[in-house]
T-cell receptor
Framework: DGGITQSPKYLFRKEGQNVTLSCEQN?????MYWYRQDPGQGLRLIYY???????QKGDIAEGYSVSREKKESFPLTVTSAQKNPTAFYLC???????????????FGDGTRLSIL | DQQVKQNSPSLSVQEGRISILNCDYT??????FLWYKKYPAEGPTFLIS?????DKNEDGRFTVFLNKSAKHLSLHIVPSQPGDSAVYFC????????????????FGQGTILTVHP
């Protein structure tokens, strides 16, 4: 079954600690995205990657970092610089949108990050 | 700057009736619109989309209407079923006229739909 796998489902961070959220997809999608959802709000874009070895900041990139060494994988690191990391983190992927055609993004089931 | 707004936080509907979820946007450059359904502790599931060159798209019980002049879209669910109870997000996408585009989605805040048996 093709899909997007996020792990872990729940994660706890101590003060001053960096944590990494995993996102793997086997949909052969070129583009991958990280979003953050806070209670009562919509999803906000953290980082996105259109192609391997390339990524761009989204609307709320401060305190986060990413890498895209493989097409299938787009891990997100929440650094100690992110002062309010408690949220639900969602990874998504889509086909190559650079063709100029709208492409829906498909989401994983998310990782809930909390502060200890 | 909330470019996509869902002004109704919640909607309650009787089973079998029509559910109408609304969404307004301010950015006239948006040219692709999507609706997602989300259950608690899960990722959003893509439901239906519409290109800005159309005014209606239908898929089974789901129909999306786009009114570009009013910058308004709506999702109709007919007939509504208890399993439709979830949070519904509308989202909008924009393709850069210069050719370098990316599929960034701008989301509304969501509407909680409850369908009563």
């Amino acid at each position: 079954d093709g899909g997007i796998t996020q792990s872990p489902k729940y994660l706890f961070r101590k003060e001053g600690q960096n944590v990494t959220l995993s996102c793997e997809q086997n949909l052969n999608h070129d583009a991958m995205y990280w979003y953050r959802q806070d209670p009562g709000q919509g999803l906000r874009l953290i980082y996105y990657s259109q192609i391997v070895n390339d990524f761009q900041k989204g609307d709320i990139a401060e305190g986060y970092s990413v890498s895209r060494e493989k097409k299938e994988s787009f891990p997100l690191t929440v650094t100690s610089a992110q002062k309010n990391p408690t949220a639900f983190y969602l990874c998504a992927s889509s086909m190559d949108h650079r063709q100029g055609i709208g492409q829906p993004q498909h989401f994983g089931d998310g990782t809930r990050l909390s502060i200890l | 700057d909330q470019q996509v707004k869902q002004n109704s936080p919640s909607l309650s509907v009787q089973e079998g009736r029509i559910s109408i979820l609304n969404c307004d946007y301010t950015n006239s450059m948006f040219d692709y619109f999507l609706w997602y359904k989300k259950y608690p502790a899960e990722g959003p599931t893509f439901l239906i989309s519409i290109s800005s060159i159309k005014d209606k798209n239908e898929d089974g019980r789901f129909t999306v209407f786009l009114n570009k002049s009013a910058k308004h879209l709506s999702l109709h669910i007919v007939p509504s079923q208890p399993g439709d109870s979830a949070v519904y997000f509308c989202a909008a996408q924009h393709f850069n006229a210069g050719g370098t585009s990316y599929g960034k989605l701008t989301f509304g805040q969501g509407t909680i739909l409850t369908v009563h048996p």
